[in-house]
T-cell receptor, first 117, second 112 residues
């Protein structure tokens, strides 16, 4: 069974630009979560989507947004990029997610590494 | 979990020895804990979980211990192998948050 696929794997943007990252979950998984990973802050929860609805949100500014499509694929968008947005963005999928009564066993992709210059 | 800046706590063990990785959590309302392993260039991988109504859980070569009195979690890896070299994260969920809060991680290096 194919794992979680994230695209693009690497990208470089400049301050003020916007970026869209894509995530294809494991087939049958309806919960998709996004995390930001940086050396200074570690892994931080961005948001979770389930059945096209945002079910949970972390403590990030409104420049960070996401959506989920009917096939469970998800995208996240960061607008007006800042230098501090440079990070590895990880997508994780699960059958139901914690909020849906599932376990915390998340299946992570390899991430999209964003560099903001 | 602990707050660490740019440098992760490190643990070096000889191949074949047992490893113990520790994690302190801060929220007494946390009711569910998980350990993840992240190898270089990959996303985190689930290892084992434990609910707050338990104090020990065993998996294949791994054991998680939970001490709620001192808010401490540990991961024991038996007969550590080179493939165990990775960063290990503990994660917790507290109450109705239903989202995982990750600790800062520990770098485990297995020496030949």
């Amino acid at each position: 069974k194919a794992g979680v696929t994230q695209t693009p794997r690497y990208l470089i943007k400049t301050r003020g630009q916007q970026v869209t990252l894509s995530c294809s979950p494991i087939s049958g998984h309806r919960s998709v979560s996004w995390y930001q990973q940086t050396p200074g802050q570690g892994l931080q929860f961005l948001f979770e989507y389930f059945s096209e609805t945002q079910r949970n949100k972390g403590n990030f500014p409104g420049r960070f947004s996401g959506r989920q499509f009917s096939n469970s694929r998800s995208e996240m968008n960061v607008s007006t990029l800042e230098l501090g947005d440079s990070a590895l963005y990880l997508c994780a999928s699960s059958l139901k997610g914690l909020a849906g009564g599932g376990t915390g066993e998340l299946f992570f992709g390899e991430g999209s590494r964003l560099t903001v210059l | 979990g602990e707050s660490v800046g740019l440098h992760l706590p490190t643990l070096s063990v000889q191949e074949g020895d047992n490893s113990i990785i520790n994690c302190a959590y801060s929220n007494s309302a946390s009711d569910y804990f998980i350990w993840y392993k992240q190898e270089s260039g990959k996303g985190p991988q689930f290892i084992i979980d434990i609910r707050s109504n338990m104090d020990k859980r065993q998996g294949q070569r791994v054991t998680v211990l939970l001490n709620k009195t001192v808010k401490h979690l540990s991961l024991q890896i038996a007969a550590t192998q080179p493939g165990d070299s990775a960063v290990y994260f503990c994660a917790e969920n507290y109450g109705s948050a239903r989202q995982l809060t990750f600790g800062s991680g520990t770098q485990l290096t297995v020496l030949p």
